[in-house]
Each structure stands twice: as C-alpha cells, then as structure tokens.
C-alpha cells in the first residue's frame, strides 16, 4: 500500500528513486550517529520522450530503466521513495481548531478540500501533514494541505512496480530537495536569515527553490535545460542526439566549440537564473538572495558557476550532498562525485528513511 504524498510515519530504510525528464537516478543511503554512507548508487538515461517536462509519457519504457538502474547500483532495498513535480501539487495552509481530533481533522479536511482544488476530488491524491500551533492564535493548528492530480502519481507507481520496486513513499520534488539542503547547509554557514537560491537545471527544466531558515519559500519550475546545448551542437556539427550527448560530455568538438557554442549557452542559463531570480523578487518580500546553489546535470559544467557568480554578483556554489559522507567500496565514487549536483532530489528521497 502506498503511503500518502507525504508517506507513512516509517521506519525500515527506503531507495530513493528520482525519475527526471532524462535518467533514474537511485540511491540508498545508510546512518551512523549522525553519519551517512552511500551504499549503493546508479543512474541510467532514458529513451527520449518517455519523460516529458516530468510527466510520465512511457510507463513500460520507464519501467524497463528503473529494472536495469536497479540492476547495475546492486542494491537489496526494494521499498521505493519517489516525487512527483511541484508543477503537478497544489499546497494550502489551513488553519483547523487545535483540539481536534485527527480522525476528525481528516475528514473536515476532505470538505474544507474542495473548495481549494480545481480537480473531481476523485481524480486527486491527497495528503496533510501538521505544521503546529499558529502563532497568532493558540487554538487554532496549521495545516498543510498537498493535492496532486492522481495519474502524476499513479504512473510514477506503475514505473516503478514493474522495475520490481515497492512504492513506499510519494514526495513532492521540492521537499525531497529541501531535505537535501540540510546536509548541504553547514557547508555553507547558514543561519536562519540566509536566503538561499536553489537552482536546479536538468535536460529539459530549470526549478527554483528559495530556501530560508531551512524552509522553503518560494518554488518556480520553467522550461529550459542542457537539452538546448545538446540540440545546437546537433544542428551546427550534424551529430545525431546520442553523439552530441557524448560530446558534451567528452569533448573533441572543434576549436569553435567553446566561443560560439559553449559560452552563448553558458550566458542563456545566466539569463534565466537571473530571470528567476527577478520573478521570486517581485513575489515576495525578498530583494536579494545571499547564496545560488546549482544543482542538476548542467551545475558541473566547468567555469559556470564561476560565471553566474561574476554576473550576478552573488555567491555561487555547485551542490554536493555527499561533501561529508562515507561511500561504500562497491560504489564508483569519482562518478558519484561527477553526478552529485544532480542527485539532490534522489538523496532527499533516501533520507526518508531516517524521518
């Protein structure tokens, strides 16, 4: 049985599995203390257009990845960990009398939903989680409230079922990263009035989390991603989408490479960070942000942060949840550390094992 958006109150360890618009990423960790330790990790592309701005277009085909993915990181866990994107949930903050009972909570809840969700109840998975006493009023609880359209969630299930996994835990993407933060955090000498930007760009989108006091406070998906470089070098050196891929990676282009490709790409991403940025700005009471971090699988390309931080003239920093943990013998840990700016939504899955 499938524990609800926020899974169920836990206990035995859970594999996280991040199923992006261009790979599944998996990953388990284990605790020492206060120590984690990667034991087992992979991730594996998928066919083109099996994942389409994160909504499950192929569920066979998936399914296929997430068997073969689970294959080669050789781990046992089986229980499953995954989210579903921002752009699919819909949160509200309700407020409910404090004494209430919780089988009572939970059906006013259902009532109070509907007037929120612009969804049949019944196509909707949902899910609350109690957040505590609201400061101005002492009688009455903070609730959060999560609603996601069901197939988001249903079709992630299925892709995971058929690799051999049992769905535990659906999350939102946003939390999952925010989980993640806590251990990126005293890397950073955080304290509780630093205003962190997250921005994580993948094949296809660019996510913004802004997280303040070790809470997220604003999240704000758009199209844009590695996938756009891939495609010029395609155009401009007549490559097919698997040799750019390669390229990208590898290098071997032409001596053109870098001026006329690399660094107009470089100056897009500059661009839609800063627009970002400019949208959270002008929806909240923030002006400034303290720190970018950059994550996802276009954060390690070389000299960007560096970039971005010249730019904007903000404080950049490429994201590595694993800075300070142990990995297992059996784990690849120079591609690990090549893959970690776009592990963060994986390794907060993981660590709802430890909730």
């Known amino acids: 049985m499938l524990d609800g958006l926020f899974g169920g109150r836990k206990s035995r360890s859970l594999l996280g599995v991040d199923i992006s618009s261009s790979a599944v990423k998996v990953l388990e960790l284990s605790r020492n203390g206060e120590k984690y330790r990667v034991e087992s990790y992979a991730a594996m592309s998928l066919p083109p257009q099996s994942v389409v701005e994160k909504n499950v277009a192929e569920v066979e085909a998936v ?23 921002g752009s ?95 251990l990126i955090a005293p890397q950073l000498g955080c304290d509780e009035n630093t205003v962190v930007a997250i921005v994580d760009i993948g094949a296809s989108m660019m996510s913004l989390s ?31 989408a698997e040799e750019a891929g390669l390229a990208k990676k590898q290098g071997g282009l032409s001596d053109d490479y870098d001026t006329e ?60 949840p694993f800075a300070n943990m142990a990995i297992a013998p059996n784990v690849d840990a120079i591609r690990l550390s090549n893959d970690a700016p776009s592990m963060l939504i994986a390794c907060g899955l993981a660590l709802r094992s430890f909730d």
């Open 88 to 182: 699919a949930v819909i949160t509200k903050v309700l407020r409910m009398p404090a004494d209430m009972p919780e089988s009572a909570l939970e059906t006013q809840i259902s009532l109070e939903a509907d007037q929120y969700i612009p969804y049949p109840l019944d196509e909707v998975s949902l899910d609350f989680e109690l957040i505590g006493v609201a400061e101005d009023s002492p009688d009455q609880a903070e609730v959060l409230l999560v609603a996601c359209r069901r197939d988001n969630v249903d079709t992630r299930v299925e892709a995971l079922e058929i690799g051999g996994l049992e769905p535990k835990v659906m999350d939102v993407e946003a939390y999952a990263v925010e989980r993640s933060f806590s």
């Open 210 to 240: 802004v997280i303040v006091d070790g809470e997220t406070v604003y999240t704000r998906d758009q199209l844009f991603g590695g996938r756009q470089l891939t495609e010029e070098i395609q155009r401009r050196y007549g490559l097919s």
């Open 63 to 85: 399914g296929e990845i997430v068997k073969a993915v689970l294959s080669r990181s050789r781990t046992n866990l089986t229980r499953a960990a995954a989210a579903v994107p």
């Open 261 to 320: 490709v690399l660094l107009p790409f470089k100056e897009a991403v500059i661009q839609q960070v800063s627009r970002s940025l400019q949208f959270f700005f002008s929806a909240s009471q923030y002006s400034a942000v303290d720190t970018i971090l950059l994550a996802g699988g276009v954060a390690a390309m070389q000299g960007l942060a560096e970039l971005v931080e010249e730019r904007l003239s903000v404080k950049t920093v490429v994201a590595n």
